[in-house]
Nanobody, 127 residues
Framework: EVQLVESGGGLVQAGGSLRLSCATSGFTFDHYAIGWFRQAPGKEREGVACIRNSDSSSSYTDSVKGRFTISSDKAKNTVYLQMNSLNSEDTAVYYC????????????????????WGKGTLVTVSS
């Protein structure tokens, strides 16, 4: 059974940083693309970042480029999202998601969807 468990959310002041973790199990880590998505109140879900674990290639939505970094620790089957220079627009529930994916780009999987989803972790940025 594929399981994705997010952690690391919380309250942070604008300009601060958080690191989200997605602990995974139930699948062959290297064969999957893992993404972070977020949904803010009143807004649709947005793809934030994705990493294709087969080669560690990654993709980001424009609004987080230069501020967020997605990475994988293959020894721990865990994906991280390092978030720096946070602002109020980053406030959302952040979800980790996964799809079997080695053939297409990380950007492709970020845009066109995932098959498995975690329950989310809330990030609140105060100003």
């Amino acid at each position: 059974e594929v399981q994705l468990v997010e952690s690391g959310g919380g309250l942070v002041q604008a300009g601060g940083s958080l690191r989200l973790s997605c602990a995974t199990s139930g699948f062959t880590f290297d064969h999957y693309a893992i993404g972070w998505f977020r949904q803010a109140p009143g807004k649709e879900r947005e793809g934030v970042a994705c990493i294709r674990n087969s080669d560690s290639s990654s993709s980001y939505t424009d609004s987080v480029k230069g501020r967020f970094t997605i990475s994988s620790d293959k020894a721990k089957n865990t994906v991280y999202l390092q978030m720096n220079s946070l602002n109020s627009e980053d406030t959302a529930v952040y979800y980790c998601a996964a799809v079997y994916g080695t053939s297409y780009s990380a950007n492709y999987y970020l845009i066109y969807g995932m098959d498995y989803w975690g329950k989310g972790t809330l990030v609140t940025v105060s100003s």
